[in-house]
């Protein structure tokens, strides 16, 4: 069975940096596309961040230069460095999976910028 579990939310003041892990279980994560979404209070779902088996990276407009998204395959292991966090950011941030037997989620991090 397919689990994600994320850490590494929290409180942080506008400026700050946060990195999210999320660690993998019950896949062969190595061949996977793994990614970050987050919901907002009152939004929708957003991807954030997505990384490819082989590496190569998207991100969203409002993730570009502030956000690194990263991969290590040994640890099963993926993570979200944010910089230069806003209040907007706020959310709570996902891991998600998307594999042959459909696509899996964790249970989220929260994730609060407030000064």
């Known amino acids: 069975q397919v689990q994600l579990v994320e850490s590494g939310g929290g409180l942080v003041q506008p400026g700050g940096s946060l990195r999210l892990s999320c660690v993998a279980s019950g896949v062969i994560f190595s061949i996977y596309t793994m990614g970050w979404y987050r919901q907002a209070p009152g939004k929708e779902r957003e991807l954030v961040a997505q990384?490819?088996?082989?590496?190569?990276?998207y991100y969203a407009d409002s993730a570009k230069d502030r956000f690194t998204i990263s991969r290590d395959n040994a640890k099963k292991t993926v993570y979200l460095q944010m910089m230069s966090l806003k209040p907007e950011d706020t959310a709570v941030y996902y891991c998600?999976?998307?594999?042959?037997?459909?696509?899996?989620w964790g249970q989220g991090t929260r994730v609060t910028v407030s000064s």
């Open positions: 998600h999976a998307n594999t042959p037997g459909g696509y899996y």
């Open positions: 990384i490819t088996p082989t590496g190569s990276t």
